[in-house]
T-cell receptor
Framework: EAGVAQSPRYKIIEKRQSVAFWCNPI?????LYWYQQILGQGPKLLIQ????????DSQLPKDRFSAERLKGVDSTLKIQPAKLEDSAVYLC??????????????FGEGSWLTVV | DAKTTQPPSMDCAEGRAANLPCNHS???????VYWYRQIHSQGPQYIIH???NNETNEMASLIITEDRKSSTLILPHATLRDTAVYYC???????????FGTGTRLQVFP
């Protein structure tokens, strides 16, 4: 079974530039998550989708971050304009269905962003 | 949200059992305990989860106390490849979210 796919794996941009990350979840997984992990910290949830609807985006800095999952399958996370403090690993994860208790969340390898 | 407390770091000799503790004293009755680990430069990897009973799979065993206020992850025969940060997480009820703490950095030495 293929895992959660993310790209690009690494990205270096200058501050005030924009960047986009792509995620393709495990086939058939209805729930998709984006996490931000700053060096030395645990991952922090940014946004959670159930199919193509947003379940929780309370921790997403909406002035510069946006995410979409238009067809309920793959998703894009965008940052515009980027700040130095956005340097982090952006992790995508998916699970079968929000309504199924105790189901497992699987993570991708992450997209490493460095803002200079 | 229920929160977890883990020691920041632990050491374990290769071949010995690694016992990683976790406190979750405010856990609710239908919240699961999940364990993930993260090896440097990789995404978090699912290990095991449980609700009330002890659980075992090919990677590890999970021992949950009867009052559910704490749990222990056991790696029965640690190898150098088990060196990682281990996260104990309580699954938030009805939201399906994982809220990570800072985890335990396990160092397995030869």
């Amino acid at each position: 079974e293929a895992g959660v796919a993310q790209s690009p794996r690494y990205k270096i941009i200058e501050k005030r530039q924009s960047v986009a990350f792509w995620c393709n979840p495990i086939s058939g997984h209805a729930t998709l998550y984006w996490y931000q992990q700053i060096l030395g910290q645990g991952p922090k949830l940014l946004i959670q989708f159930q199919n193509n609807g947003v379940v929780d985006d309370s921790q997403l800095p909406k002035d510069r971050f946006s995410a979409e999952r238009l067809k309920g399958v793959d998703s894009t996370l965008k940052i515009q304009p980027a700040k130095l403090e956005d340097s982090a690993v952006y992790l995508c994860a998916s699970s079968l269905n929000l309504a199924v208790s105790g189901n497992t969340i699987y993570f991708g390898e992450g997209s490493w962003l460095t803002v200079v | 949200d229920a929160k977890t407390t883990q020691p920041p770091s632990m050491d374990c000799a290769e071949g010995r059992a690694a016992n990683l503790p976790c406190n979750h004293s405010t856990i609710s009755g239908n919240e699961y305990v999940y364990w993930y680990r993260q090896i440097h430069s990789q995404g978090p990897q699912y290990i095991i989860h449980g609700l009330k009973n002890n659980e075992t799979n090919e990677m590890a065993s999970l021992i949950i106390t009867e009052d559910r206020k704490s749990s222990t992850l056991i790696l029965p025969h640690a190898t150098l490849r088990d060196t990682a940060v281990y996260y104990c997480i309580v699954r938030v009820e009805n939201t399906d979210k994982l809220i990570f703490g800072t985890g335990t950095r396990l160092q397995v030495f030869p």
